[in-house]
């Protein structure tokens, strides 16, 4: 006698199961190619670096693994630390004067009161666009006593201006072509986070009887708060990644821009002219960490601020 088995239990959890694996190899197929080259691009280098930096070539033995002893180097280079502190007193004189000329050009054209608004901020924003090698090329030829206008300026007047690139002088030159290449970028940052504020509240100030200063001081500026951040965050990042500027005005100025004049520069001077990869690798690191903990910091107060 035949007996009938009961029909096997239906797996219902194995096409749910399928249907999520799929899902979740298809978000790493959009997101592996961005991985993909942030690995190659980013990540690599960082450790290649790291590697470097714990060896040193020496005339016997070749290159050898030494641990810290690089990191304890830099840590006591007179010339590193000179190019800190240059680029520092340059982020702290250049770096607000940059970020309140922006500010001032974004609250002008988003008062509404500019005539003629388009073409200032395209003319602003046209230094941008300007390659940093261009504009500072450019820069020089004005200051050159020589053969450049201020030298121009003094044939014509009988004059003896000071000299742009003097030792004494040659920072604030640099920050001015800073200044004149980003002033128009950090604008736009500005401009574009005053254009997404709510016209509300701009009719309740109204109502209230506030004037254009209060709107400013009470509406704009706290709302752009952030942006505000971020501009100053990404500011302080190029303050200290300072090397096109000096490295092409030195020929022009070569007793006052020295190889170690910024952190930058002696980075490549180390590598490229004298041979050191390992410690240059090693500065390399050091700069980027003091970066990265001044940015933090800065990035910490904004937020608290804006809380």
């Known amino acids: 006698m035949t007996t009938l088995q009961p029909p096997a239990a239906v797996d219902r959890t194995a096409r749910p199961s399928l249907k999520r694996d799929r899902r979740s190899w298809t978000g790493w197929g959009f997101v592996g190619p961005f991985v993909a080259v942030f690995a190659l691009v980013f990540l690599a280098p960082i450790g290649y670096s790291i590697y470097l930096s714990l060896f ?3 005339l016997i033995g070749g290159n050898t693994f030494v641990g810290l002893d690089n990191y304890q180097q830099a840590l006591q280079d007179d010339q590193f630390w000179a190019g800190v502190t240059r680029v520092g007193l340059f982020l702290l004189v250049q770096v607000p004067i940059m970020l309140g000329i922006a ?3 974004a609250l002008a054209l988003d008062s509404g009161r500019l005539y003629g608004k388009n073409f200032f901020r395209i003319s602003i924003f046209l230094p941008y666009a300007v390659p940093a ?4 090329l450019m820069w020089a030829f004005m200051y050159g006593t020589r053969f450049g206008l201020v030298g121009d300026i003094n044939d014509a007047f009988g004059v003896s201006l000071p000299d742009p690139l003097s030792p004494d002088l040659v920072l604030a ?6 200044t004149w290449e980003f002033v128009g970028y950090n604008m736009l940052i500005f401009y574009s986070a005053l254009r997404v504020i709510p016209h509300s509240l701009y009719e309740a100030a109204e109502i209230d009887g506030a004037g254009q200063l209060r709107v400013i001081t009470a509406i704009k500026l706290p709302a752009i708060r952030g942006a505000l951040v971020i501009a100053t965050i990404f500011s302080i990042i190029g303050s200290f990644q300072l090397f096109n500027e000096p490295s092409i005005l030195k020929p022009l100025a070569p007793n006052a821009i020295t190889t170690d004049y910024t952190p930058n520069y002696f980075t490549y001077t180390l590598s490229f002219d004298g041979q050191q990869h390992n410690y240059s690798a090693t500065v390399a690191i050091v700069m980027g960490l003091i970066t990265m903990v001044i940015a933090y910091v800065v990035q910490l107060r904004g937020m608290r601020k804006g809380a």
């Open 103 to 105: 500010l001032l050009v």
């Open 56 to 58: 040193r070539d020496r």
């Open 173 to 178: 030159s640099i920050g001015n072509i800073v």
């Open 133 to 136: 090698v261009v504009a500072t």
